[in-house]
Nanobody
Framework: QVQLVESGGGLVQAGGSLRLSCAASGRTFSSYRMGWFRQAPGKEREFVAAIIWSAGNTYYAGSVKGRFTISRDNAKNAVYLQMNSLKPEDTAVYYC?????????????????WGQGTQVTVSS
């Protein structure tokens, strides 16, 4: 069984920063692809960023590119999302996800494991 636990969400003013963390347990994630998704009220879950664990290749949604940075710590089985220059439209529940499949990382359906989510609220 794989467990993902997110932390680091909260309330921040526009222009501020937050760092989300995702701790993974239950498996060795050296070959896993890890992603961050978010879901705002009344909207579908959307891709934010992803990292191919072993290669370190990163992918970003256009709306966050240049502001968010995804990274990982293999020794700690953890993945992070550094969010800078936050905007009110970044307000959402942020989810960490993992998959061992070699599939498109931008699609939520390709992920097998999900965390419980952490709320990020950006005030204007």
């Amino acid at each position: 069984q794989v467990q993902l636990v997110e932390s680091g969400g909260g309330l921040v003013q526009a222009g501020g920063s937050l760092r989300l963390s995702c701790a993974a347990s239950g498996r060795t994630f050296s070959s896993y692809r890890m992603g961050w998704f978010r879901q705002a009220p009344g909207k579908e879950r959307e891709f934010v960023a992803a990292i191919i664990w072993s290669a370190g290749n990163t992918y970003y949604a256009g709306s966050v590119k240049g502001r968010f940075t995804i990274s990982r710590d293999n020794a700690k089985n953890a993945v992070y999302l550094q969010m800078n220059s936050l905007k009110p439209e970044d307000t959402a529940v942020y989810y960490c996800a993992a998959t061992s499949r070699a599939a498109l990382v931008i699609m939520a359906k390709n992920y097998d494991y999900w965390g419980q989510g952490t709320q990020v609220t950006v005030s204007s």
